[in-house]
């Protein structure tokens, strides 16, 4: 249970085009989704939090106009990379939290490449 | 405040051995600690967690060790297989389902044969 799917799974994408990831909670409502970005061989970056139903909020440092997301529904969160250029590649992770039973779960992650 | 420490960096551990990895916070709103496991291209699994009132939870061959006068954690992989080989990574979050999870920096670990 408490599973979370994260589409796709790899994206190459072209310079200035724009790229949708979608996470779906699976078997559970989440009310809350965490959007992260791996550097390679580094931990994650949390890049904002994503609550149903509300504006997301933003990390300090993270350009909320590029990075896109909207959570409409307890099931869907999706993350919107905006005018892409080679430096937004990268891997990126949804989460949301479960309850105490599984915690935060995540998803597969989504590797980015813009050329 | 809102840092955890992970350590070491990386690991290298022969098959059936004993793999340590160890954390520490600073914060003491936090009581909920997960160790996740990560292999390459792939999003983190939770391996196992713990809360401030118990100092050690067993699953299987993971066991973590918590000591909360001294805000460290560490995660013991018992008979370590190859298959262990990744990344794993601490994590400390205050209670509540919003409450964002401060990651350490991850330690590779390495099991040979």
């Known amino acids: 249970g408490a599973v979370v799917s994260q589409h796709p799974s790899w994206v190459i994408c072209k310079s200035g085009t724009s790229v949708k990831i979608e996470c779906r909670s699976l078997?559970?409502?989440?009310?809350?989704m965490f959007w992260y970005r791996q550097f390679p061989k580094q931990s994650l970056m949390l890049m904002a939090t994503?609550?149903?139903?509300?504006?997301?909020?933003?990390e300090q440092g993270v350009e909320k106009d590029k990075f896109l997301i909207n959570h409409a529904s307890l099931t869907l969160s999706t993350l919107t990379v905006t005018s892409a250029h080679p430096e937004d590649s990268s891997f990126y992770i949804c989460s949301a939290w479960t309850g105490l039973g599984y915690g935060y779960t995540f998803g597969s992650g989504t590797r980015l490449t813009v050329v | 405040q809102q840092q955890v420490k992970q350590s070491p960096q990386s690991l290298i551990v022969q098959k059936g051995g004993i793999s340590i990895i160890n954390c520490a916070y600073e914060n003491t709103a936090f009581d909920y600690f997960p160790w996740y496991q990560q292999f390459p291209g792939k999003g983190p699994a939770l391996l196992i967690a713990?809360?401030?009132?118990?100092s050690e939870k067993k699953e299987g061959r993971f066991t973590i060790s918590f000591n909360k006068s001294a805000k460290q954690f560490s995660l013991h992989i018992m008979d370590s297989q190859p298959g262990d080989s990744a990344t794993y990574f601490c994590?400390?979050?205050?209670?509540?389902?919003?409450?964002?999870?401060?990651f350490g920096t991850g330690t590779r670990l390495q099991v040979t044969l």
């Open positions: 994503s609550n149903e139903g509300s504006k997301a909020t933003y």
């Open positions: 994590a400390a979050s205050p209670t509540g389902t919003a409450s964002k999870l401060t």
């Open positions: 078997d559970f409502q989440a009310t809350t």
């Open positions: 713990i809360r401030p009132d118990v």
